[in-house]
């Protein structure tokens, strides 16, 4: 994977460094992935960037759309609903969301949007737990289409999308008829059916939808930054590196009775 | 014309004065359309923010979930769709 900064060179911000990166285990290693994990489709996903962002502080459509409407697409732990907690961080907004289990444990898994358009989502399939090990960045290519670029940690000669992607009945989405996408929809077919730019005036938000309306007014607030000439938050100019304390990830809380 | 005893509070106008009682049973919104002003909505909820409206005086007790803890305690906008006010009168901007 390269970065590309093309401007001026006093200006060229830090390249951040996620601490799970960057102390990799024995047995492990850093691949990357340009097959849009986290997408649900195709690479190339036609709809805006910021509908896959909504996504990442939407934890309620885990439990819906992948637990009840399209049957168990992740596993039984993920699909029962979720007791969440939206915060704002200094990067962006974090999601709390605590399920308790039937032995008294709590199942704590954590989602971040780091901003402008970075994911920070454990993976939802294996059943470990562990801090989340793979960060996406959600890269518009123009208004109406983004792909989805990802550094993941593996087990060495592991291939990130066959570890990571979402599956339907242990199917990959392209091994999928267009009929059995509309029976088994995923995040691909709930992003883009909203339209190429989803029309926030028709949406009916609720109380589940705080993560979005925090993530929104974020973003927002960082255009007027912008605009008036600051540089935008996550943004370290002047210094050579930027350490990333990842706070996602998939943990349990308490001990079996 | 409801009895005096059903008013929780008043918002006042302040660009025109006037004061328009808000029921217990009634959200601020609601009041103000049954006095011919309507205040666009979304979510009606406290979610989204569509409805915010600016403060001037009095004091909001806030039930909304858009303004963040350091927005709801400078006391100086509030969702009128799910807030109240703590005050007799909330003066605002419209």
């Given at each position: ?86 915060a704002s ?125 925090m993530?929104?007014r974020k973003?927002?607030e ?36 | ?61 806030h039930?909304d979930?858009y303004l963040t803890p350091e927005e709801q305690a400078s006391n100086d906008q ?17």
């Amino acid at each position: 994977m390269v970065f590309a900064y093309m401007g001026p060179m006093e200006r060229m911000p830090a390249l951040p460094l996620f601490d799970f990166l960057e102390d990799v285990p024995d047995g492990e290693e850093v691949a990357a992935d340009d097959t849009s994990i986290g997408s649900g489709g195709d690479a190339v996903v036609p709809c805006s960037w910021l509908h896959a962002l909504d996504n990442v502080c939407d934890p309620f459509h885990v439990p819906i759309l992948h637990g009840l409407i399209s049957g168990l697409q992740f596993t039984d732990v993920l699909s029962g609903m979720p007791a969440c907690e939206f915060a704002s961080t200094q990067r962006g907004v974090k999601v709390v969301q605590e399920r308790e289990r039937s032995d008294g444990t709590t199942f704590r898994r954590v989602t971040e949007a780091m901003l402008p358009n970075i994911r920070l989502v454990p993976s939802p399939r294996p059943t470990t737990f562990d801090a989340c090990n793979k960060v996406g960045w959600i890269v518009p290519i123009d208004d109406t289409n983004h792909r989805i670029f990802t550094l993941a940690r593996v087990p060495k000669g592991g291939i990130p999308a066959e570890l990571y992607r979402q599956t339907f009945e242990e199917r990959g989405w392209h091994k999928l008829s267009e009929a059995e996408h509309q029976r088994m929809p995923g995040d691909f077919e709930a992003q883009v059916s909203q339209g190429p730019i989803a029309l926030h005036s028709e949406e009916h938000l609720a109380t589940s939808d705080r993560g979005i309306v925090m993530l929104r007014r974020k973003l927002r607030e960082q255009l007027t930054e912008l605009a008036q000439g600051r540089d935008p938050v996550n943004t370290v100019i002047g210094s050579a590196e930027v350490r990333i304390s990842v706070e996602a990830g998939k943990f349990l809380i308490g001990s079996a009775s | 014309m409801a009895a005096p005893s059903e008013i929780e509070f008043r918002v006042k106008l302040a660009r025109t004065g006037r004061t328009i009682p808000v029921l217990k049973e009634q959200s601020v919104v609601d009041a103000l359309r049954a006095h011919g002003i309507d205040i666009a909505t979304s979510c009606a909820q406290g979610v989204c923010g569509t409805c915010v409206i600016r403060v001037l005086a009095g004091e909001p007790d806030h039930w909304d979930m858009y303004l963040t803890p350091e927005e709801q305690a400078s006391n100086d906008q509030f969702c009128p769709c799910v807030s109240r006010s703590k005050s007799e009168v909330l003066v605002i901007d419209l």
